[in-house]
């Protein structure tokens, strides 16, 4: 392949579109450059420079070389760099999921003050929903997981702890008929409206999703912001966070329910598998930080400037 002398000198007549422009900007004699150019050119029995013209120019051959070996060059730094890397503790990446009902805006403090370590340690943040955050992480899907709402799986190697509760309110518009009912709610009373759902994204289970009566019929939505706009659009009922709504019930655009049967508090939870990695070690410790923990469980009450 080309050592990085050769690969300037190949992007210097490139450049320059001459031996002697390139040799000047080089600082070696044109000669230098010529044979050197010819060396290479031997080495790959290719002719790399068309000369026909006044201006020197790659040719197909010589295009092809210098790409890849700028490529190769640019691999093999960026190897150099991991290797160093991960001798010194860093994990060489750190896949980390949430469940979908953490509002990615709230990491983004915790992302920015991890780039500041400059450990190289390449991010990936996806979301899951409900049992979909476990199974990533059984699957190798994720390093660690964040805001689980479903008590942690018997997995092998498994470790997890509480980042507190998360309250709920049963919440329809104020034109839907249960808006307009008094007293507590009956589970057939619920039954009988339309419930919107944020469904479960395990692969491998049978796409569940929580907070309404059997037999209810759903509109499934990809989100909880999403399905916040449902319930207020009155397409259908439902369970919401009641931090992230607290504006709309304010300005009575959301109205809360009494029901028969209250929502206990859902607890959230952080996971990962073993592990010794200075990045994971890095995270849980920040995650244990009373602030943001608060931050994470509570989300951002949006509509407050509306």
């Not at 997995?155 to 709920?168: F, K, N, P, V, Y």
């Not at 929580?210 to 369970?239: D, F, S």
């Not at 070690?281 to 995650?287: G, I, Q, S, Y």
Request: some cysteine; hydrophobic content about 40%; charged content about 25%.
């Amino acid at each position: 392949m080309l050592s990085d002398d050769e690969i300037q000198l190949m992007e210097a007549i490139r450049d320059s579109g001459s031996l002697s422009r390139a040799a000047a900007h080089l600082g070696k004699a044109p000669s230098t450059v010529s044979y050197t150019l010819r060396q290479i050119e031997g080495r790959f029995d290719a002719l790399l420079f068309d000369r026909r013209r006044y201006r020197l120019q790659l040719t197909t051959a010589g295009a092809l070389l210098v790409r890849e070996a700028v490529r190769l060059r640019d691999d093999m730094q960026r190897l150099t760099r991991r290797v160093a890397q991960v001798a010194r503790g860093w994990e060489d990446r750190l896949w980390i999921v949430t469940d979908e009902i953490i509002e990615f805006s709230s990491l983004l403090p915790v992302i920015r003050d991890f780039d500041a370590l400059e450990s190289g340690v390449r991010l990936r943040v996806t979301h899951e929903v409900l049992g979909g955050t476990w199974e990533a992480l059984a699957e190798g899907r994720a390093d660690l997981v964040i805001g689980a709402t479903n008590e942690p799986p018997p997995l092998a190697g498994l470790q997890w702890r509480e980042m507190g509760t998360m309250s709920w309110v049963y919440a329809v518009a104020p034109r839907h008929p249960l808006g307009k009912l008094r007293g507590p709610l009956t589970a057939e009373q619920l039954r009988e409206h339309r419930a919107i759902v944020v469904a479960d994204s395990s692969h491998h289970g049978d796409g569940r999703a929580y907070g309404h009566a059997e037999g209810q019929p759903t509109l499934a939505v990809p989100n909880m912001a999403a399905k916040i706009e449902a319930q207020r659009a009155g397409l259908g009922v439902g369970w919401l966070p009641e931090a992230r709504i607290a504006s709309l019930l304010a300005r009575g655009e959301l109205v809360s329910c009494e029901t028969a049967a209250p929502r206990e508090p859902n607890t959230l939870y952080l996971g990962w598998r073993g592990g010794e990695g200075r990045a994971l070690a890095w995270w849980l410790h920040r995650l244990d930080e009373p602030r943001l923990r608060s931050r994470l469980l509570e989300g951002l009450d949006r509509f407050a400037r509306e």
